[in-house]
């Protein structure tokens, strides 16, 4: 490299005047976690075990099939997972880094060859034991309850639902998929579903029957996604005050070149596009041949000092009006040359 020390004070300020653009792209589709954990927590009870709408397969059928989709959807981004049911209580899968395979194998394995009489829908209460496995978790946890929405014994479920919100603040939200289907399993779900606004609504049937609907239900609870990546565009903007009419570089100019090469040979992968421009005195015509020879001379001297010449394409964009070309200084901005990769 030319020592800097040789130049005038004047040269050296123009390296200052000297304009690097980089733009980033964006994470590519990077899935980025809404919760640390998550408990399909199931309704186990006797009215589940009934027929839906009368019809047709039961309740807990539907919901083993639906949640064999559910999981198979959910990404695994590092989540604590686990499966509950209630009413009885009890942990088809503890708390445990979540693998859609094992999970898979918890789903598949739960019961629903019971007997109807005498298993009563103690749903409140399922929500009181459920306390005890929240606590054991860090972070956020998103409950997804699976249920026809049935209390016929026990404490008031929409009242232990809030009690759990109160106790943990916004570590907690339950999301509801319903197989109601009588009016007072809906008005419970709703009730559960209106405590807090980041609970998500979802029909189990319409899952069920609508992968796209599938997916934006666990979009919606467990992630969101980065922006699609932009094109990388990497620009090394040279503002050289090149004389009127001339495109010869000048020593004052050799400063600014040294910062470009560098950042040249540091992309040795990369090649570029070398466009030179003008101010706008002078015919259309006449300005697109200054501004050709101008990129010419540029890559000229990046190939003198070690820059492949099949890295460099040098084109002539003639007069530019990105700035104000009424003033001295105007024009003085558009005689640049700009380098972008291709």
């Known amino acids: 490299m030319v020592n800097m020390k040789k130049y005038s004070l004047a040269a050296c300020l123009a390296v200052v005047a000297m304009t690097m653009v980089f733009s980033t792209a964006a994470f590519a589709g990077k899935k980025i976690p809404k919760v640390d954990n998550f408990i399909l927590f199931v309704d186990h ?17 539907l919901a083993k099939g639906m949640m064999g989709k559910l999981n198979a959807a959910i990404p695994e981004l590092g989540y604590t997972g686990a499966l509950y049911t209630f009413a009885p209580f009890a942990g088809y899968a503890q708390p ?39 606590a054991g978790l860090d972070g956020k946890t998103a409950v997804i309850m699976v249920t026809d929405g049935a209390s016929n ?15 943990y603040g916004g570590k907690v939200c339950f999301h509801v998929v319903s197989y109601a289907d009588t009016e007072k399993g809906r008005m419970i779900i709703d009730e559960i579903r209106a ?48 004389d009127f009419d001339k495109s010869n570089i000048k020593e004052e100019m050799v400063p600014i070149l040294e910062q470009a090469l560098i950042l040249l040979q540091e992309k040795p992968n990369l090649s570029y596009v070398v466009e030179g421009w003008t101010d706008s005195i002078g015919t259309d015509a006449y300005n697109l041949g200054l501004s050709k020879r101008r990129a010419d001379s540029v890559t000229q001297w990046l190939t003198t000092n070690g820059i492949g010449r099949n890295r460099l394409e040098p084109v002539g964009k003639g007069e530019s009006t990105k700035f104000d070309n009424s003033t001295d200084e105007g024009r003085y901005q558009n005689r640049r040359v700009e380098i972008r990769s291709k």
Do not use: H, W
């Not at 026990?154 to 106790?167: E, F, M, N, R, S």
């Open 45 to 61: 009870s006797g009215s589940m075990a009934q027929k839906y709408m009368g019809n047709g397969a039961k309740k807990i059928d």
């Open 96 to 134: 445990a880094p979540y693998r859609t395979a094992v999970l898979g194998e918890a789903v598949n394995g739960l019961d629903t060859e019971y007997e109807v009489f005498m298993r009563r829908t103690a749903m409140g209460n399922g929500l009181i034991d459920l306390d005890s496995v929240l």
């Open 153 to 167: 014994i026990g404490a008031d479920p929409v009242a232990q639902a809030q009690a759990l919100y109160a106790k």
């Open 195 to 242: 405590l807090n606004s980041c609970s998500v609504p979802a029909d189990g049937e319409a899952l069920m029957a609508d992968a796209a609907l599938m997916d934006r239900f666990v979009e919606d609870v467990f992630f969101t996604e980065a922006a699609e990546p932009q094109p990388v565009d990497e620009t090394i903007v040279f503002r050289l005050n090149f």
